[in-house]
């Protein structure tokens, strides 16, 4: 059974940084695309970062230009920093980890953008 738990969340001032995490095990790590997504209350669930095996990265539209993901194979880890926050960026935000049909969840970590 993979495993993805996820840390770096909490409360920060609009403007501010955070940095999340998503440490990775039982699973071969570098063949799998790594994803961040975020689910506010209400709302569906979106890609906000992703990072292919070989590194290519895509961004959903908010985020671009402020947030940047990366991996690190040698550690299982893939990691989000997140610059610039915005109150609309407050939601619980979850790893993801895919390769052909199989797709991985961790549990969520919340992240609140709010002075």
């Known amino acids: 059974q993979v495993q993805l738990v996820e840390s770096g969340g909490g409360l920060v001032q609009p403007g501010g940084s955070l940095r999340l995490s998503c440490a990775a095990s039982?699973?071969?790590?570098?063949?799998?695309?790594m994803g961040w997504y975020r689910q506010a209350p209400g709302k569906q669930r979106e890609l906000v970062a992703s990072?292919?095996?070989?590194?290519?990265?895509n961004y959903g539209d908010p985020v671009k230009g402020r947030f940047t993901i990366s991996r690190d194979n040698a550690k299982n880890t893939v990691s989000l920093q997140m610059n610039s926050l915005k109150p609309e960026d407050t939601a619980v935000y979850y790893c993801?980890?895919?390769?052909?049909?199989?797709?991985?969840w961790g549990q969520g970590t919340q992240v609140t953008v709010s002075s």
């Open positions: 993801n980890a895919a390769i052909g049909r199989l797709n991985y």
């Open positions: 039982r699973v071969a790590f570098s063949v799998y695309a």
């Open positions: 990072i292919l095996s070989g590194g290519s990265t």
